[in-house]
């Protein structure tokens, strides 16, 4: 007897959107709701661990690779399943959320892969998630265009052949989508809504395009999580009648956790996997939260300060490449975040040379390929990428045996010559609150300071402020780290951005709510694991 069909999915407390009902079909939500059943209990479970753990570091200050898994770890014959060839050169990715323009920029853009962004780049309001998946697959069948209403400009696809190959970034475990319940009122997880409505439609459509359905993994926190993923994998292909393996998954090792057990997670995926990525600032955020009661050796120095060259930062890249060639993964670099100026070349210049150098080492250590933000840096980060490569798609022969990373090394904070700033202080409450802001009205990418920020940049800041409060952290001007401190600071930021924008452009913002939310979450005494779950609270539609 076959198994009884999956209760139907609601949706609830969301306005109808144009062309929804192509995303939202009975068979895609019965594939969703069947994820929801067979997996969600497991993902409570380990949403569980993490707490469980985080307790055990809390209690011991220390990390260390896991004696349970040195097997995996010793046996050098195992290897991930060799790269299909649409994902064998990623020497440059671009990233971005997928509203209508950006899917078109970015496909166009140069790079070699598109990181098409549910997660840290994109508010998850109703419209963005739906509306990012028609988008999707109004490129698969190229029945996409945009005509800008303010300069009237009008942006097209080029050829199939001159496309980035887009990997798809779903939402992290921790986040439900709240506009999807099942029959007892349960919200779906955001991860099984975005995966699985994007796997369900494009999957087949992206084979017979040559290419096919890969993923990045976000905010993965153990191996026991990757092996979560693998499950859903295998599942997805036998559901929808496609051959195991086809899917590709490269995962964010942007957690302290997931940093001790890389192996250990290409193990769980290797028929599914294709990489590793370097994020850094959501690495440094899951630091502070996880040796937040670790005293003053864990404390971070303001985050511009802290660069992949600090020895720790180091030790983790090292470790990453190191591991990933080892198995015959691709080792994918972190992000160049800079957003270039129209107005001010020499603003320019001197970025560019950051990131000509930032990508330079990245490529001289034996990554495979690197992240960037904006369309003009393509070619700057190619350059560094063709230097090193000429025409190979890799250099996962680069076994980097050189590289000895011990414990110890990952966690060695103190071990970097430099101490938070006022100006730190007020940099975290400048970028917190107006990344905040903008995130409520339905934005996840935004231009703050020439920089492309995203969700992890908020969590970073609000955890600096939050330790270096709880740390009694003193600055060079004699001040100190106080909740009053923090009040004034965002006080008078608050101002100036009423003074810079004009009452009325400052009342049609969310700029009260964003200031009273940034203090929230970086004043309780219980910090917040992610600043998404009280937000997404206040997030409209």
Known sequence: MSAPAPSPLAIVDAEPLPRQEEVLTDAALAFVAELHRRFTPRRDELLARRAERRAEIARTSTLDFLPETAAIRADDSWKVAPSPAALNDRRVEITG?????????????????????????????????????????????????????KSGKSYALRPNEELATVVMRPRGWHLNERHLVDADGSQVPGAFVDFGLYFFHNAQRLLDLGKGPYFYLPKTESHLEARLWNDVFVFAQDYVGIPQGTIRATVLIETITAAYEM?????????HASGLNAGRWDYL?????????????FVLPDRNLVTMTAPFMRAYTELLVRTCHKRGAHAIGGMAAFIPSRRDAEVNKVAFEKVRADKDREAGDGFDGSWVAHPDLVPIAMESFDKVLGDKPNQKDRLREDVHVKAADLIAIDSLDAKPSYNGLVNAVQVGIRYIEAWLRGLGAVAIFNLMEDAATAEISRSQIWQW????VEFENGEKATPELARKVAAEELANIRAELGEEAFAAGHWLQAHDLLLE???DDDYADFLTLPAYEQLKG
Not at 263 to 269: C, F, P, S, V
Not at 285 to 297: C, E, L, P, T, Y
């Open 285 to 297: 955020f899951s630091i502070v939260k996880n040796f937040r009661d670790g005293g003053a050796k």
């Open 263 to 271: 192996e250990e997670i290409l193990y769980e995926l290797r028929d």
């Open 469 to 472: 409060i709880n740390a009694g």
């Open 97 to 149: 959320p997928t509203d209508r323009k950006m899917t078109i920029n970015a496909l166009n853009s140069g790079a070699k892969v598109w990181l098409a962004d549910f997660e840290d780049a994109s508010a998850p309001t109703w419209e963005n998630v739906i509306l990012g998946q028609v988008n999707l697959a109004d490129a698969y069948t190229r029945n996409i265009d945009f005509t800008d209403e």
């Open 521 to 523: 979450v970086s004043l």
